[in-house]
C-alpha cells in the first residue's frame, strides 16, 4: 500500500520569505504521480501544482516549485515570496496510476505572518 | 455547473439516523470520488466511481456505508444507522481520465451526529 508522510505538522513565514514544506512516500511502483493541494478555511481543495514521476525535471507554477527526489522518495514544495493568502493547510498526494484514487498525507498547516 | 456542488453544506443528524448526500461533479467528468475528512487529518479515500459503476469502494468502512451514480453524474454517499464517529467532512471531487488529471473537489457536506 502506497503512503505519505508529511512530518511537520505546522509551520510558519514571514510574509514575502520562502518556506518549504516536505512530503514522503513509500510505493514500489516506478511510475507515479505527485499533488499538493491546499486547503483554505473555506474547505476547499485546490490543486498548487503536480508531477509525474517519469520526469526528472521540477515542475514550477509562478511562485511554487517541487524539488522532486525519486530516489529518496522525496516530493518537496517550496513556496517563494510567500502571501498572506498562502495561509492553509497543504496535502501532499499520491496516485499510482490512471484514474486511481489519491492517497493524501496528514497535512502542514501553514501560517504567513505579515 | 463551474465546478463541483455538494449539498448540504451542514448536515446535523441524531445517531441511528439515515442520511444522504449528494455530489454534482463537472459536467463531462468520468471519475468521481468519495473522501472522508476528519478534524486535523487529511481526506481518507472511500468509494471511486467511473461512469455509473464503482471502481473501488474499498475504502467504505463498513456496510452502513453505501454510494451509487446511477446516471454517471450525480453520486449520492448513504450512510445508515449513523454513529457519533461517522462525523466528518465528506469530500466529493470529480476529474478527466489520466494519471496527471487534476482532481475538482467540492467544498464538503459537514456531517455532525448528535
Known amino acids: 500500500a502506497q503512503t505519505v508522510t508529511q512530518s511537520q505538522p505546522e509551520m510558519s513565514v514571514q510574509e514575502a520569505e520562502t518556506v518549504t514544506l516536505s512530503c514522503t512516500y513509500d510505493?514500489?511502483?516506478?511510475?507515479?504521480?505527485l499533488f499538493w493541494y491546499k486547503q483554505p478555511p473555506s474547505r476547499q481543495m485546490i490543486l498548487v501544482i503536480r508531477q509525474e514521476a517519469y520526469k526528472q525535471q521540477n515542475a514550477t507554477e509562478n511562485r511554487f516549485s517541487v524539488n522532486f527526489q525519486k530516489a529518496a522518495k522525496s516530493f518537496s514544495l517550496k513556496i517563494s515570496d510567500s502571501q498572506l493568502g498562502d495561509t492553509a493547510m497543504y496535502f501532499c498526494a499520491f496516485r499510482y496510476s490512471g484514474n486511481t484514487p489519491l492517497v493524501f498525507g496528514k497535512g502542514t498547516r501553514l501560517s504567513v505572518i505579515a | 455547473g463551474a465546478g463541483v456542488s455538494q449539498t448540504p453544506s451542514n448536515k446535523v443528524t441524531e445517531k441511528g439516523k439515515y442520511v444522504e448526500l449528494r455530489c454534482d461533479p463537472i459536467?463531462?467528468?468520468?471519475?468521481l470520488y468519495w473522501y472522508r475528512q476528519s478534524l486535523g487529518q487529511g481526506p481518507e479515500f472511500l468509494i471511486y466511481?467511473?461512469?455509473?459503476?464503482?471502481?473501488?469502494d474499498s475504502g467504505l468502512p463498513n456496510d452502513r456505508f453505501f454510494a451509487v451514480r446511477p446516471e454517471g453524474s450525480v453520486s449520492t454517499l448513504k450512510i445508515q444507522r449513523t454513529e457519533r464517529g461517522d462525523s466528518a467532512v465528506y469530500l466529493c471531487a470529480s476529474s478527466l481520465s489520466g494519471g496527471l488529471a487534476e482532481a475538482f473537489f467540492g467544498q464538503g457536506t459537514r456531517l455532525t451526529v448528535v
Open positions: 510505493t514500489s511502483e516506478n511510475n507515479y504521480y
Open positions: 466511481f467511473q461512469g455509473t459503476g464503482a471502481a473501488d
Open positions: 459536467s463531462g467528468h468520468t471519475a
